[in-house]
């Protein structure tokens, strides 16, 4: 891999980000890997992980709720806690864990342009004023490195209040699908309106693409709303279904559409094969 691969793609003079979804440039690489991690780290890249709360107010890299999916463990993470996770395995590659300590000593070495984003899988309820304390110990020195991103504004707010140097998402995706649904799309106008100038402060927004074309069609365009409150808009997770063989035209039909809405970063499981697959349908 190159400084430049699988970072971003060009477009009429708007750069999106390739934002590399669970800390992979390539669906083949392992999941929540330290070093394609540490590989970000030096070219400057957008990557993103999932956090679970410990029982001990600590966290650990994985997406379920459960151990059984990712790892050699069993149980629910939240019951255990750094002692009982240290001998597990991920499943995908037999390697260790990552944990949020490892990540805090992992971030200084990070490139001025590298983002890395904290999905936080749990809710505020589950996290808690101790896990929320376990953050602001270990990430006290990290400055712009950072966003943290929840579906859970309760979560969101309590970090701005303990880590306020850190930057901030929110993810309305599932909320504002309902009320499409419910009510159409002028409620969802203006529910996305009122969370963007609610008390959370977010800098990005997380929307699921496939939303953004649905309301482009009906005469919304989410990005331009998101951006008329100078908010970055994240557009998550476009993945081609055959890597080595580019876009198909119903892929390349709606990847075309949503970098026409000028998104901010489009967040993808194949960014080195994203971006050649772009500069080759761009190149005609």
């Known amino acids: ?7 971003r793609i060009e477009f009429e003079g708007h750069s999106p980000l390739l934002k590399w979804h669970r800390l992979r440039r390539r669906m083949a690489d392992p999941l929540f890997s330290a070093e394609v991690m540490a590989e970000g780290f030096k070219a400057g890249a957008s990557m993103e992980l999932d956090l679970r709360v410990r029982a001990d107010g600590g966290f650990v890299v994985l997406h379920d709720k ?5 790892t050699t463990g069993r149980g629910l993470i939240a019951q255990k806690s750094l002692a009982d996770l240290r001998d597990l395995r991920m499943k995908d590659g037999n390697r260790p864990l990552l944990y949020s300590e490892d990540l805090a000593a992992m971030l200084q070495s990070a490139h001025p342009d590298a983002l890395l984003q904290f999905d936080m899988k749990d809710d505020y309820e589950a996290i808690g004023e101790k896990g929320i304390a376990h953050l602001a110990e270990h990430l006290q020195q990290i400055s712009a ?3 943290v991103s929840a579906g859970s504004p309760e979560l969101i707010l309590a970090v701005k209040e303990k880590l306020p140097h850190l930057r901030r998402g929110i993810d309305p995706t599932n909320k504002l699908g309902d009320i499409a649904k419910a009510e159409g799309w002028k409620a969802v106008e203006r529910e996305l309106l009122a ?3 609610g008390p959370t402060e977010p ?21 331009a709303l998101c951006h008329g409150e100078a908010k970055l808009v994240d557009a998550w997770t ?3 279904k055959d890597p080595d063989g580019g876009f198909s035209n119903a892929e390349w039909t709606n990847f075309s559409a949503l970098v026409a809405l ?7 499981d194949e960014a080195l094969a994203t971006e050649l697959a772009w500069l080759k349908r761009m190149a005609g």
């Open 203 to 223: 800098e990005t927004i997380y929307l699921y693409w496939p939303m953004l074309l649905d309301a482009a069609k009906a005469g919304l365009d989410m990005i």
């Open 195 to 197: 969370d963007m100038r």
């Open 145 to 147: 490195s950072v966003i």
């Open 66 to 70: 459960e151990l059984e999916g990712e």
């Open 262 to 268: 000028k998104p901010d970063q489009i967040t993808t």
């Open 238 to 240: 476009f993945t081609l």
């Open 1 to 7: 891999m190159t400084d430049t691969g699988g970072l």
